[in-house]
């Protein structure tokens, strides 16, 4: 979602506001917070310098990509609000997330998908190997080749179609087993809110060195074309796309507004 319906327009939003910036120990950047989430305040030189340590170390981690959905959701699912606040770095997924910030008073790096091909330029020029993982029908292997044939790299895609909402359970394992025999350096995740969040958590756990990044649909500015689902919305979905969408505009709308208090 790349926008939200009044965000800049109502006076009682568009007011100065103190900023919400937090120095914790442990954490790369300052971060700022809306809602529940907690978003990094590095630039995108800095964001792929601290991915580089990560990996150049062995320590891993998790990089996740909070928008719209997952700043409403966190707010009642505690989780996936869990699993962002843990992760290594938590970057604004989407322009949405970026004005939100301003409106709160703490200004963010607008990174937006052009990031995710500055960290397949990184790989390229550290010679990492990587793992794309989608629950999307096709797209880890597109991805993959992509991958190998525009940035010359050793990559591999594992479909995930059957990973359940929660990221875990016996064929999960499976999955990272056959993830871990490639020995990767970097693992792009793209799935659905909040299975791919739940899913990195627990795919860094269990593959401890790998720097596990929950890219979402930015996984697509990989590709030299947009990528098409195989699988089509029903007719009832389409019609009630935009209802779910307006939902959720108000209620990202109302974090904002607590936000600030």
Known sequence: MNGVVGLETPGSLALPAPRRVEREPGWAFPRMRIGQVPLDMGS??????????????????????????????????????????????????????????????????????????????????????????????????????????????????????????????????????????TRPDLVLVSMATPKQELFCQYAAELLQTAVVVGTGRALESLLDRPWVPRRRRSLLASVMAPVRWLRRSLAFLRVIAASRR
């Open 44 to 181: 995108l030189d800095e964001v792929l310098a601290c991915i580089e340590r990560l990996v150049a170390t062995g320590r891993g981690g998790r990089v996740l990509t909070p928008g719209v959905e997952q700043v409403v959701r966190a707010e009642r699912e505690a989780p996936l609000r869990e699993a962002l606040a843990t992760a290594e770095l938590s970057l604004a997924g989407g322009t949405a997330l970026v004005r939100a910030a301003r409106v709160l008073g703490s200004p963010l790096p607008e990174l937006g998908a052009r990031w995710v091909p500055a960290l397949a330029g990184l790989a390229r020029a550290r010679a990492w190997r990587v793992l794309v993982v989608a629950d999307q029908p096709g797209l880890a292997e597109w991805t993959a080749c992509a991958l190998r044939d525009r940035y010359e790299l050793l990559a591999v895609g594992v479909a995930a179609t059957g990973v359940p909402e929660d990221g875990q359970g016996p064929g999960v394992e499976r999955l990272i087993d056959r993830v871990a025999l």
